[in-house]
């Protein structure tokens, strides 16, 4: 019996090593398949995200091609109310596109290039008041502190020099609009402050060209 023993401990040790071998392997069998799968469903969700992605491209081109082409067409047929309601909410898009702020720039720029600043003037409160979210808001201030400035409005053309620095803080063309505001200040006398305002230029501003101006400004104060 006692010969029997060291065998059947040896079968048993072997049994129970196997049923742990076969175990494991199942488990991480299954651990191998779940990994795979999450990778496919990953892949799958990024190829949808593409897909979703392009088509809101798509739409967004179609929108201005739509913004461009519907209202003009509109002129010519004031009939369809259908058309018209469309024609409302393709204007609305086209505003959000900024494609009527560029259209209202020209119209500004053209006014200013001839010394029309009143005109000038109000186009660029437009784009400031009702195209907030174009990328010529930021010029439309700065065009509009010039336009005060040369009919003499020194009080509004501060004020939208304030506004601007606000709203644009880093933007270089707020540099260009204290540089202006310093020229305001030179010219009523408030020499410290002009001194302060081209410093706070040079030294907010990484821009070359514009350090270079606040510095020949500076110089004039300092002389």
């Known amino acids: 019996m006692k010969k029997l023993w060291l065998p059947i401990t040896v079968l048993l040790i072997g049994f129970v090593v196997t049923q742990i071998y076969y175990s494991a392997k199942i488990i991480f069998s299954g651990m191998d398949e779940l990994q795979t799968a999450a990778q496919k469903q990953t ?3 990024a190829r949808q995200q593409l897909q979703l992605e392009l088509q ?4 967004q081109q179609y929108q201005v ?4 082409m519907l209202p ?6 004031e009939s369809s109310y259908g058309q018209r ?3 409302s909410l393709v204007r609305s898009s086209e505003s959000l596109l900024g494609l009527d702020a560029e259209a209202i720039m020209a119209k500004a720029n053209k006014h200013y290039n001839k010394g029309e600043c009143r005109a000038a003037n109000k186009f660029y409160e437009k784009i400031k008041n009702e195209y907030s979210y174009s990328d010529r808001v930021v010029e439309s201030y700065l065009l509009s502190i010039d336009c005060y400035t040369r009919m003499g409005l020194s009080s509004q053309a ?3 020099i304030h506004n601007m620095t606000k709203l644009f ?7 260009y609009a204290l540089i202006r505001f310093a020229e305001i200040q030179k010219s009523q006398s408030r ?3 002009a001194k302060k305002t081209y410093l706070k230029v040079i030294n907010s501003f990484p821009y070359p060209e514009l350090a270079e101006q606040a510095r020949e400004g500076l110089k004039g104060v300092l002389l």
């Open 43 to 45: 892949q799958t969700i």
């Open 56 to 59: 809101q491209y798509k739409f």
């Open 65 to 68: 091609q739509l913004a461009k």
């Open 72 to 77: 003009q067409k509109i002129k010519t047929n």
């Open 85 to 87: 309601k469309l024609a």
């Open 158 to 160: 501060v004020t939208e």
């Open 169 to 175: 803080p880093t933007s270089e063309l707020t540099g």
């Open 191 to 193: 020499i410290d402050s």
